[in-house]
């Protein structure tokens, strides 16, 4: 991340040509200097550079191009842009963005601007004992972000107080009076106010009227206004500060009564037909305080309602507060009558409208309960009402367990809720928050369009049934494939991973290791189920992205039975086991009893063994393990050793990587699980598109010949090798004597009958020890994809994001012949309980129990009976 300022320099008027080498520069118009921090919008940004260019604000266009990647432009569409563009350039003090649109600034955008940002509202609320009401002002024509926050202690008064926000010329036509009548009180800026600004305010109206008026509304009016209110009196006391502009935006919202010709006798303090207010999270009030209001949302006969609308809504945040239930046997747009659902209790309520005062009025109330609080029990709170009070605790917390949310509202509210209503509350929240998870697969194809339209020579191609359900997305970037061939060995690992969604997608990933031994992204996939036939396609899919001649070695889970399918489609490929999943497998099907050192000793010696260079070393790793457990010998070699053993596998030498490689993309996708599959998968990309650029960045600082992990190897080597005698036998072959040891060296093959030349790829020390005795350069016998330069070459192409909307234009097109895409039907995988409730239902013995003390069967050490010696 930079830190301080980033000079932007804002070019326009001119034109992007494309050079010889396919890389593009922008030649003519002019340039302006700009400066942007961490903290900068990209909606004040835009209205800047549209008034600096007198540009049309709705139709500006800004561009920039990645550090080391001129062939692209990127645009900036957002915030996220901004920012990520703002880290892409952290250890540069300078930025060219390039900025297009059609001539001529419209004035209205700026004060439309200011409007938004700022959320300027006028509101009313009342002050102990006065008639007050609070109001912001945006002065006409000022520059973005000025803002007067006018609080009216009286309307006789010949000034007002208002804290300053601007400088003195930010005062627009609506305040009066002269500098110098305007004073200082408690550090705020008095000025003269003309009564026409405050247009929210009745001026016909006695103070009298003014005042019986606020009181009825008071509660409301406070929790309506939200957080758009610059100041704000409420019941607990004292004045609050001004909302930020990021708590305007982020309004939390809840629900309130609408209107609902057929509801009688329906219970619930809440209803299902609501409209939007601020909740909790999103007020400057405090959940005590905001409950508090509600408690006096209803204050008995005569309280006066704009609409039946607003009455529902004061009566059920009024029921919430005071905990009782209640229904209504009336309800309509001119009346509304409710009672308490115990019956035989005297709560009742009567309203309805009055034409003369053109409001909706409490005629009768009882305010008295005689259930004892047992309504509260019959509540269930309604879905709109949930779903909007799991959105407010998502925004804060997006991956909060329902158990957690359930426990919240439990304190919150006192509403007892079951797992299923807050899952289903939680999923419906999730969908109002991002997206509906259905819709976004009909974005796909246009989404892969735009994938390869944004990188060109990059492959995204989606598979879908006969009736339209998604199947298949494939995705390989240009830049994975170009780096693969220059930089990396013919390794690629397979692995899926569960998406743990809502349709149960699958994850699919192939990946390869780069010359520092990181792992290296070449494609992924999408797929409604993990089976064999999406497993074959995203072979194929994955042939024809890296089609080439040398022979690829495929690294795989053994129980997912993949190597029919590689050698089916890379008929001159490998395929192996991995180590990492080896181990694991062995760790959770091997069981006891066992002898000697124990299950430890077994997972290292299983390691042994699949390093070692030669076949004996091999057998007597594996013979220790047979002594230790006889049953841990039978499983591993079942597991044909030729696949996963170094000494007898014929490809490309794995045993190297022992960790899970597809780590990474477990770990985003954890981040990412509750998006809908198109935001997933921009997430994702964003996360390559960090991973390759760190890199990039990184690499540009190593001084060495070869990558960091392989050069410390080399010269750990090197210092080994200083010990050593070579004798010379030919030009090419050579002996070296290490210790009792006499191993062979052949400079011609590139070989050493140590085997570690072969199995490691670097020179080992006896080959470094004839480097020395006859003047050759070590650097000379290292593989290509090892060295630095070979690196950064691999991760010198750049993979440029993209962005919605993906919804496609269907004007003048026969909508027979637009494709829709529709989400899997893929049942709910099995889980862990699933299998143990199936194994018991069909009989299936379970294991015995091995004791750790004595090693015997049918008991355990707790309940073993051996006697011990001492």
């Not at 004045?239 to 939390?252: E, Y």
């Not at 397979?494 to 390869?512: G, M, N, R």
């Not at 890379?570 to 002898?595: D, M, Q, R």
């Amino acid at each position: 991340m930079a830190k301080g300022k980033l000079i932007l320099i804002c070019q326009s008027g001119g034109q992007f040509i494309t050079n010889g080498d396919g890389s593009m520069s922008y030649t003519g118009g002019e340039a302006n200097a700009l400066e942007i921090n961490q903290e900068t919008l990209f909606d004040d940004l835009k209205l800047k550079l549209a008034e600096m260019w007198n540009l049309d604000y709705k139709s500006l266009s800004i561009k920039y191009f990645l550090p080391l990647n001129k062939r692209t432009p990127i645009n900036l569409a957002n915030d996220k842009d901004l920012k990520r563009m703002y880290d892409f350039h952290e250890a540069s003090v300078t930025a060219d963005v390039y900025v297009m649109g059609k001539e001529g600034f419209v004035p209205q955008s700026l004060r439309d601007h200011a409007n938004r940002t700022n959320g300027i509202k006028h509101a009313e609320t009342l002050a102990t004992g006065t008639a007050a009401a609070t109001t912001s002002i945006a002065a006409a024509g000022a520059p973005v972000d000025s803002l007067i926050d006018v609080a009216v202690i009286d309307q006789s008064l010949p000034a007002v107080s208002t804290q300053s926000k601007v400088t003195p010329h930010n005062a627009s036509r609506k305040i009066t009076g002269s500098p110098s009548a305007n004073s200082t009180i408690n550090g705020l800026v008095t000025v003269t106010v003309d009564s026409e600004a405050l247009s929210p305010v009745d001026m016909s109206s006695t103070p009298a009227d003014t005042v019986k008026k606020r009181r009825r509304t008071t509660a409301l009016k406070s929790i309506d206004s939200g957080s758009s209110i610059g100041s704000k009196i409420d019941e607990v006391g004292g004045t609050g500060k001004g909302t930020s502009r990021k708590k305007k935006i982020q309004k939390h919202l809840i629900p309130a009564v609408a209107v609902d010709e057929e509801q009688e006798g329906k219970v619930a303090p809440w209803s299902d037909n609501l409209v939007d207010c601020p909740v909790v999270a999103g007020s400057d009030l405090s959940l005590e305080a905001l409950v508090g209001a509600w408690r006096e949302g209803i204050t008995g006969e005569g309280q006066e309602f704009k609409s039946v609308r607003e009455f529902r809504d004061a009566l059920q945040k009024y029921a919430i507060a005071n905990r009782f239930a209640y229904k209504l046997k009336k309800n309509d747009a001119n009346r509304a009558s409710g009672i308490c659902v115990i019956e035989g209790c005297s709560w009742r309520i009567h309203a309805s409208w009055v034409p003369s005062s053109q409001s909706f009025v409490v005629k009768r109330m009882n305010k008295s309960h005689t259930c004892g609080g047992e309504s509260w029990k019959a509540a269930h709170p309604a879905k709109n009402w949930l779903v909007n009070i799991i959105k407010d605790r998502l925004r804060d917390s997006p991956h909060h367990k329902p158990k957690e949310i359930a426990q919240g509202i439990a304190r919150d509210f006192g509403i007892e809720l079951n797992y299923s209503q807050v899952w289903r509350g939680i999923e419906d929240a999730r969908e109002q928050l991002q997206g509906s998870y259905k819709d976004a697969y009909d974005q796909l194809p246009l989404f892969c369009e735009k994938v390869v339209e944004a990188n060109p020579g990059s492959l995204a191609n989606l598979f879908t049934g006969d009736d339209g359900r998604f199947q298949h997305l494939f995705v390989s970037f240009r830049a994975f494939i170009q780096g693969f061939k220059d930089g990396c060995r013919p390794l690629v690992f397979l692995d899926s991973i569960s998406f743990k969604s809502k349709y149960h997608e699958v994850f699919l990933t192939a990946s390869a290791v780069d010359g520092d031994d990181n792992p290296f992204p070449l494609a992924f996939a999408i797929v409604d189920a993990e089976d064999d036939s999406n497993w074959c396609r995203f072979l194929e899919q994955l042939r024809s992205a890296f089609s080439t001649s040398t022979p690829i070695t495929f690294i795989s889970d053994h129980e997912k039975g993949l190597e029919k399918f590689v050698h089916q489609v890379f008929e001159n490929g490998h395929h192996g086991y991995s180590i990492f999943h080896l181990v694991e497998n062995f760790k959770k099907n091997v069981k006891g009893p066992f002898t000697g050192d124990g299950k430890g000793f077994l997972v290292s010696s299983l390691l042994a063994a699949a390093r070692a260079q030669r076949l004996d070393s091999f057998t007597t790793y594996i013979e220790q393990m047979k002594k230790v457990s006889s049953k841990a010998y039978d499983w591993i070699m079942q597991i044909e050793p030729d696949k996963w053993a170094h000494a007898s596998f014929r490809g490309e030498p794995f045993h190297f990587i022992t960790e899970d490689i597809a780590e990474p993309y477990a770990e985003w996708i954890e981040e990412v699980k509750e998006l809908p599959i198109v935001q997933k998968i921009e997430a994702l990309i964003s996360k390559l598109v960090e991973l390759f650029n760190a890199r990039q960045i990184n690499s540009n600082n190593w001084v060495t010949k070869l990558t960091p992990s392989r050069e410390e190897k080399l010269q750990e080597e090197s210092r080994r090798a200083s010990s050593l005698k070579v004798l010379f036998s030919s030009d090419t072959v050579f002996e070296v004597h290490d210790n009792s040891i006499n191993v062979v060296v052949d400079l011609q093959k590139g070989f050493c009958s140590c085997l570690e030349w072969k199995s490691n790829g670097l020179p080992c020390r006896h080959a470094i020890a004839v480097f020395y005795c006859t003047g050759k350069y070590t650097y000379d016998y290292c593989p290509k994809c090892f060295t630095v330069d070979s690196y950064l070459i691999t991760y010198s192409d750049s993979i440029n994001p993209v962005r919605g909307p993906y919804e496609k234009s269907t004007e003048g097109k026969d909508p027979s012949q637009t494709m829709h895409v529709l989400p899997p039907c893929t049942p709910k995988p099995s889980t862990e309980q699933n299998k143990k409730q199936l194994t018991k239902a069909e009989g299936v013995t379970r294991r015995e129990v091995c004791c750790s003390r004595c090693g015997g069967v049918g008991h355990n050490k707790a309940t073993c009976k051996e006697t011990l010696q001492f």
